[in-house]
């Protein structure tokens, strides 16, 4: 690690925390909305005719989430989907869609 005094740990702390936090919710959501009950992880695979970019895979959240209820905001599926591209589908291009 590099030397850091106490001012700027702090500000590093401060600046990193929300940054694993949010890497995390994306996962604790999906967890928690028991999306496996139905899916595998071949599920989510890049495939041409389908699931091809991030906003089709933010589509496809959004209908799943819609359609078992799962009570998630835009906020939430966003997160839900950045987590299922960062642990499958490894889209290049993430567009920023916030609301
Ligand atoms: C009741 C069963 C069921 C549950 C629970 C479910 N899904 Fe799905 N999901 C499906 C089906 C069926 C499809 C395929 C639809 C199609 O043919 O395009 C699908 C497709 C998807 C896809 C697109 C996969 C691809 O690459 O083609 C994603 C992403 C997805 N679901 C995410 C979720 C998430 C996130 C949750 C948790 C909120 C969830 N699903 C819960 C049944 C379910």
């Known amino acids: 690690m590099f030397y850091l005094n106490n001012k700027s740990?702090?500000?590093f702390?401060?600046?990193?925390?929300?940054l694993i936090l949010s890497s995390q919710e994306g996962e604790n959501l999906?967890?928690?909305?028991?999306c496996m009950a139905c899916h595998n992880s071949?599920?989510?695979?890049?495939?041409?005719e389908?699931?091809?970019?991030f906003k089709r895979l933010?589509?496809?959240?959004?209908?799943?989430?819609?359609g078992n209820n799962v009570g998630w905001f835009d906020e939430d599926m966003h997160e839900?989907?950045?987590?299922?591209?960062?642990?499958?589908?490894?889209?290049?291009?993430?567009?920023l869609q916030r609301d």
């Open 80 to 95: 839900v989907s950045k987590y299922l591209n960062k642990r499958y589908y490894h889209f290049k291009k993430v567009p």
């Open 58 to 66: 933010q589509k496809s959240v959004a209908s799943c989430a819609f």
């Open 50 to 53: 389908k699931v091809n970019n």
């Open 9 to 11: 740990s702090l500000c």
């Open 42 to 48: 071949q599920d989510f695979k890049k495939r041409k």
């Open 30 to 34: 999906f967890n928690e909305a028991k």
């Open 13 to 18: 702390i401060l600046f990193i925390t929300p």
